[in-house]
């Protein structure tokens, strides 16, 4: 658990300076760096996405997982939590909200075969290399995500204490089902989450990214059967 501690902590780090020197960015930089930080999150998916081997357990798992996540209402959850911490922390009306800047960078920091992989050695053979280089990213792109879409991004910090983890403690036992086949199918799966999050970002549309979540998990079942 020590990557991950490790990790948790870059999150808090960069998250926190990011919010620190917003202060004295003036606001068409921002918007700026909003668009910049789109388009890029856009380029991330599309190369995740390509790494999948199986068009149909990727559309399966979406078609699922929307329809999971839709009946679950993972948005409307997720944006009635934002709505209470914004009521005690947040100042004035900016445009990207606290559930817009978690879901983000919650998905950008735990959706990856980085992630899953590094996971996966820590917990089996205590081999923190993988996390810990990856904590070297997330301090970096936590900086710039607090920077343009606020407060919900430190809050992401507990979602990849949770979700990395989880793994890391449950890793000798799942191991045997995280196949490489697995993985890139569960990574492109995320892959074209983070699109529709790019495609958000730039304001190009409004998708309710977090009732896709479920779709991340499906490979696990799909890929046994196919």
Same mark, same amino acid.
């Given at each position: 658990?020590?990557?991950?501690?490790?990790?948790?902590?870059?999150?808090?780090? %960069?998250?926190?300076?990011? !919010? @620190?020197?917003?202060?004295?960015?003036?606001?068409?930089?921002?918007? $700026? *760096?909003?668009?910049? /930080?789109?388009?890029?999150?856009?380029?991330?998916?599309?190369?995740?996405?390509?790494?999948?081997?199986?068009?149909?357990?990727?559309?399966?798992?979406?078609?699922?997982?929307?329809?999971?996540?839709?009946?679950?209402?993972?948005?409307?959850?997720?944006?009635?939590?934002?709505?209470?911490?914004?009521?005690?922390?947040?100042?004035?009306?900016?445009?990207?909200?606290?559930?817009?800047?978690?879901?983000?960078?919650?998905?950008?920091?735990?959706?990856?075969?980085?992630?899953?992989?590094?996971?996966?050695?820590?917990?089996?053979? %205590?081999?923190?290399?993988? !996390? @810990?280089?990856?904590?070297?990213?997330?301090?970096?792109?936590?900086? $710039? *995500?607090?920077?343009? /879409?606020?407060?919900?991004?430190?809050?992401?910090?507990?979602?990849?204490?949770?979700?990395?983890?989880?793994?890391?403690?449950?890793?000798?036992?799942?191991?045997?089902?995280?196949?490489?086949?697995?993985?890139?199918?569960?990574?492109?799966?995320?892959?074209?989450?983070?699109?529709?999050?790019?495609?958000?970002?730039?304001?190009?549309?409004?998708?309710?990214?977090?009732?896709?979540?479920?779709?991340?998990?499906?490979?696990?079942?799909?890929?046994?059967?196919?």
């Amino acid at each position: 658990m020590f990557a991950v501690i490790v990790n948790t902590l870059t999150v808090l780090i %960069g998250a926190s300076l990011g !919010l @620190l020197l917003h202060r004295g960015i003036p606001e068409r930089i921002t918007n $700026a *760096l909003m668009i910049a /930080l789109g388009l890029c999150t856009i380029y991330i998916g599309i190369d995740g996405a390509l790494v999948g081997e199986n068009a149909l357990v990727t559309i399966l798992s979406m078609c699922i997982g929307v329809a999971v996540g839709e009946l679950l209402d993972l948005e409307g959850k997720l944006n009635g939590f934002s709505h209470l911490i914004e009521r005690k922390f947040a100042k004035g009306s900016g445009k990207i909200s606290i559930a817009q800047g978690f879901m983000t960078a919650s998905v950008l920091f735990c959706i990856g075969s980085m992630t899953i992989v590094g996971a996966m050695q820590a917990g089996i053979n %205590g081999d923190n290399t993988m !996390l @810990l280089t990856k904590s070297t990213l997330d301090l970096i792109s936590s900086f $710039a *995500l607090a920077a343009s /879409l606020g407060i919900g991004v430190l809050l992401a910090a507990a979602f990849v204490l949770v979700f990395e983890g989880g793994l890391v403690l449950l890793a000798q036992y799942i191991a045997p089902f995280m196949t490489d086949y697995v993985i890139n199918e569960i990574t492109c799966a995320g892959s074209l989450i983070i699109i529709a999050i790019g495609l958000n970002l730039i304001g190009l549309t409004n998708i309710k990214c977090a009732n896709f979540l479920p779709a991340i998990f499906l490979p696990v079942i799909l890929c046994l059967f196919m």
